[in-house]
């Protein structure tokens, strides 16, 4: 059974940083394409990065040079390493599993991916 959990969201001042983490069980992080979401309050949920078994990693442009996605194959761990925050960057973030070994070119799309998190909270306040 497949299982993701994700932690390290809080509340940080506009210009933080934040370490978001998603430990998988069930399946290797290192075997499929696995990415980031995010979904704020009345909005759709939206990809940010996503990585894959060969280290290809792909940005959605509002996050590009800000976040970066990375993942420690050892702890079966995902990671979201998030810096220079907004508040437009409030929201619940999830991560995800897709079915396949590569990710598709471009910011990871919502109906690519299977199995999901049940999120955790980022409030960046100005």
């Known amino acids: 059974q497949v299982q993701l959990v994700e932690s390290g969201g809080g509340s940080v001042q506009a210009g933080g940083s934040l370490r978001l983490s998603c430990t998988a069980s069930?399946?290797?992080?290192?075997?499929?394409?696995v990415a980031w979401f995010r979904q704020a309050p009345g909005k759709e949920r939206e990809g940010l990065a996503s990585?894959?078994?060969?280290?290809?990693?792909n940005y959605t442009l509002s996050v590009k040079g800000r976040f970066t996605i990375s993942k420690d194959n050892a702890k079966s761990t995902l990671y979201l390493q998030m810096s220079s925050l907004k508040p437009e960057d409030t929201a619940m973030y999830y991560c995800?599993?897709?079915?396949?070994?590569?990710?598709?070119?471009?910011?990871?799309?919502?109906?690519?991916?299977?199995?999901w998190g049940q999120g955790t909270q980022v409030t960046v306040s100005s």
């Open positions: 069930g399946y290797s992080v290192s075997t499929y394409c």
């Open positions: 990585t894959d078994d060969a280290g290809n990693t």
């Open positions: 995800a599993l897709g079915g396949w070994r590569r990710c598709k070119p471009g910011p990871p799309r919502r109906g690519d991916f299977v199995y």
